[in-house]
């Protein structure tokens, strides 16, 4: 019996992002991108995966639209490749590739699932990277110079549009970490590349703005709770600093036009700072219609002097984890909007442009996908929506990551996300899990049991 049911106007839809799935690399006068080069260096994936072929939704668009026509998604959130538009990131259009996006866009018109664009979901043109990439303040420039292009020639069709998804990671994953491409493990870069992103989806709001059209912008940021491992003052400073370093880096410039000041002083000791310009904050800072947050756990933070910010992460003992070995911690998801709604964003809108679970998915002998406990992992993560919801937080839409299993960054194709089985070796074919059933069915009762 269902029983929460969600507001009428509520998006339920799925999301993907172009490197993960569209193969066809250099195909369609596409140039390189950083992702390309990244898997075609040995040892950067595992079992040396690469995008080239991916679903292969280049080729395959039109089938996987009528696939999520069949579950009944409303919205589709997928990436534009910024090297199919511009193969050198700049200068001269590939008019193959925008038509790409043109049919896509108009196939999902026509099957009635409104399309929510990201401009960049991490693959910079690779002609860009060696002029210095995101650390060079001039491919924000050329960012927005493509973005002006998409609003150019996409904008009177597309009602919502994010600038960027999950900055954290296009600079600290990618430049300090080192297990993202670039994959440089380097402070200081890492900050300079989050300002230079941050600036970049500035500067992209503005010339939205200027273009007069009537969707909507906003950014993703992947955002986490932070806990202290234990109640002493160690572990609960350490968990501050980690929700300062992780969360309110990126939600504090995007709102309030500063950096954590604490933090700064930190990075200003250890690292010399980063270079910044005037009037850069109030570009940060222009006002954008929503928030689109990826949820997919928390993190249990400890103090420890051998690290840098002198933080580290831990694993709570008896939780459930995923195949990516994250906690499922689902009232996280109520958590951060709350925090968010309180502390940043007021009434404006609120959508979850992530959330799902990998887990190790096998055909079954009766040919299906029993993946009940991505089942559960959704089920409980829509009951805080709901919740959220019921307590007045304006949570508009929710898009299950993803809709496809795809290329999983540094783990390659051994974890799967996908509400939908992409059998790599067997030409890439489509088998609809359990969860796409299951999924059909909430967004058909738009609700779901209590
Ligand atoms: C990203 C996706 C990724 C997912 C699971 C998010 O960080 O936006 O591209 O596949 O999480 O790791």
Known sequence: MTELIFPDDFIWGAATAAYQIEGAYNEGGKGESIWDRYTHQPGNIKNNDTGDVACDHYHRYREDIEIMKEIGLESYRFSISWSRIFPEGKGKLNQKGLDFYKRLIHELLNAGISPAVTLYHWDLPQALQDKGGWENRDTAKYFNQYAETMFRELGDVIPSWITHNEPFVAS??????GEHAPGYRNFQKALQVAHNILFSHGLAVKSFRESGLKGDIGITL????????????PDQKAAELFDTFRNRWFLEPVFKGKYPEELCEIYQQKLGGFKTEQGDMDVISRAIDFLGINYYFRTVVKYDENEPLKFKETKPEGKNFTDMAWEV?????????????EDYT??????????????????SNDGKIHDQ?????????????H???????????YYVWSFLDNFEWSSGYSKRFGLVYIDYDNHQERLLKDSARWYSQIIENNGIEA
């Open 373 to 385: 406990k991505r089942i559960d992992y959704l089920r409980k993560h829509f009951r805080y929506a």
């Open 172 to 177: 600290f994953v990618a430049y300090l970490f």
């Open 222 to 233: 992947d955002l986490t709770p932070a806990f202290p491992h234990s109640e002493q003052g």
């Open 346 to 363: 007021g009434d404006k809108p609120l959508y979850i442009t992530e959330n799902g679970a990998a887990y190790p998915d096998k055909i």
């Open 329 to 341: 911690y689902p009232a996280g998801l109520y958590e951060i909007l709350k925090r968010v709604k």
């Open 387 to 397: 919740h959220a919801i019921g307590g007045g937080i304006p949570l508009k839409g």
